[in-house]
């Protein structure tokens, strides 16, 4: 049983999403040598992704969190609107900011994200996205790093949730579509 009775198929595995992981890492350190790099994680989805993606990055560099709801507890779209529930613990003014996301799908999101920090003066805002459901844009938002565009299918794993589990899955699996109204346990 798990999280695989729930899954139609596996779209990205382990082996693949940690290779990539390491490719970003690497440019990142490239592009952030002599910076004031500082890594803003988006809750909760983005915590898997920030954790081994910060372990790839060889420059110095800070973490900080917030967190944005922009789906709503047992939705499985994007609705648009934006809510931020909780906000950094620091001033980034002067900071060279990359925010780390797991999923661009509206893009609504990131848009009110990078809004509201470009607006603290920061020395330079940037994003990395671990997975681009591009079919799906709406806003206008450019993906500094990407680490791989996918179809529009509901996948869940690597911090990614169905219903608030199976974040810790290791893997980018597809839901399978017999749950798409049916809560999962
Ligand atoms: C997801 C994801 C992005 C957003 C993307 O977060 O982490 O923040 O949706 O969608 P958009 O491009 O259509 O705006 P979610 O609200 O599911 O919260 P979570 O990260 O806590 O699971």
Same mark, same amino acid.
């Given at each position: 049983?798990?999280?695989?009775q ?10 693949t999403?940690?290779?990539?992981v ?11 040598a ?5 890594l803003v994680?988006?809750?909760?989805g983005?915590?898997?992704f920030?954790t081994?993606?910060m372990?790839?990055i &060889?420059v110095?560099?800070?973490? $900080? ?7 709503? &507890?047992?939705?499985?779209?994007? &609705?648009?609107?934006v ?9 980034i003014?002067?900071?060279d900011?990359?925010?780390?996301e797991d999923?661009? $799908? &509206? ?8 809004r509201?920090?470009?607006?603290r003066?920061?020395?330079s805002?940037?994003v990395?996205?671990?997975?681009d459901?591009?079919e799906r ?6 993906v500094d ?6 179809p ?7 911090g990614?949730d169905? $219903? ?6 290791p893997?980018?699996?597809?839901l399978?579509p017999?749950y ?6």
């Amino acid at each position: 049983m798990g999280w695989q009775q729930y899954a139609s198929k596996i779209l990205i595995d382990e082996q693949t999403l940690q290779k990539r992981v390491a490719e970003l890492g690497a440019e990142i350190s490239r592009d952030y040598a002599g910076k004031n790099l500082l890594l803003v994680c988006v809750l909760k989805g983005g915590v898997v992704f920030l954790t081994d993606l910060m372990r790839q990055i &060889t420059v110095p560099h800070r973490i $900080d969190f917030m967190a944005i709801s922009s789906y709503g &507890t047992g939705a499985r779209e994007s &609705t648009g609107v934006v809510r931020i529930l909780m906000d950094l613990s620091s001033d980034i003014q002067g900071q060279d900011v990359l925010i780390v996301e797991d999923i661009i $799908d &509206t893009g609504h999101t990131l848009e009110y994200i990078l809004r509201l920090l470009r607006a603290r003066g920061p020395a330079s805002l940037k994003v990395c996205c671990l997975l681009d459901k591009s079919e799906r844009r709406q806003a206008n938002i450019e993906v500094d790093y990407l680490g791989f565009s996918i179809p529009d299918e509901f996948v869940f794993g690597y911090g990614l949730d169905v $219903d608030e589990l199976y974040r810790e899955v290791p893997v980018i699996a597809v839901l399978d579509p017999r749950y798409y109204d049916q809560t999962v346990s």
